[in-house]
C-alpha cells in the first residue's frame, strides 16, 4: 500500500514556473515507477510524465516535453515535476501515481489527491 500527497501547485503567470512534490509513504516507494497526470476541467484525465524505479529514465507527454522535468529522490520518498515556461493549456489539477508504467492512468494502482495549478494569461 501507498499513500501519495503532492504538493506545489498555485496560480503562476504565463512563462513561470512551478514544482511539485509528491510524497509518498511507506518503506517500498523505490520499488514503484511513477507517473504524474494531469485533468483540466471538462477534459479527460491525461499523461504528463513518468520515470522509473531507480530514476534512470523518464518519459514525458509532448506537450510538455522541453519544459518539464521529472525527478525523484528514492531516500526521501518523493517525486518532483518541475515545469518551466508554463501556458494557460498547463492549468490543471495535478496527479502523482504509482505502480504503473505506461501512459494510461488505469495502469497505476495508486493516486494522489490532486494539486491545483493555475496559469494567468
Known amino acids: 500500500q501507498v499513500q501519495l500527497v503532492e504538493s506545489g501547485g498555485g496560480l503562476v503567470q504565463t512563462g513561470g514556473s512551478l514544482r511539485l512534490s509528491c510524497a509518498a509513504s511507506?518503506?517500498?516507494?523505490?520499488?514503484?515507477?511513477m507517473g504524474w497526470f494531469r485533468q483540466a476541467p471538462g477534459k479527460e484525465r491525461e499523461f504528463v510524465a513518468n520515470?522509473?524505479?531507480?530514476?534512470?529514465?523518464?518519459y514525458y507527454a509532448d506537450s510538455v516535453t522541453g519544459r518539464f522535468t521529472m525527478s525523484r529522490d528514492n531516500a526521501k520518498n518523493t517525486v518532483y515535476l518541475q515545469m518551466n515556461s508554463l501556458k494557460p493549456e498547463d492549468a490543471a489539477v495535478y496527479y502523482c501515481?504509482?505502480?504503473?508504467?505506461?501512459?494510461?492512468?488505469?495502469?497505476?494502482?495508486?493516486w494522489g489527491q490532486g494539486t491545483q495549478v493555475t496559469v494567468s494569461s
Open positions: 501515481a504509482a505502480g504503473g508504467v505506461g501512459v494510461r492512468g488505469y495502469e497505476y494502482n495508486y
Open positions: 520515470i522509473s524505479r531507480s530514476g534512470g529514465r523518464t
Open positions: 511507506g518503506r517500498t516507494f523505490s520499488r514503484y515507477a
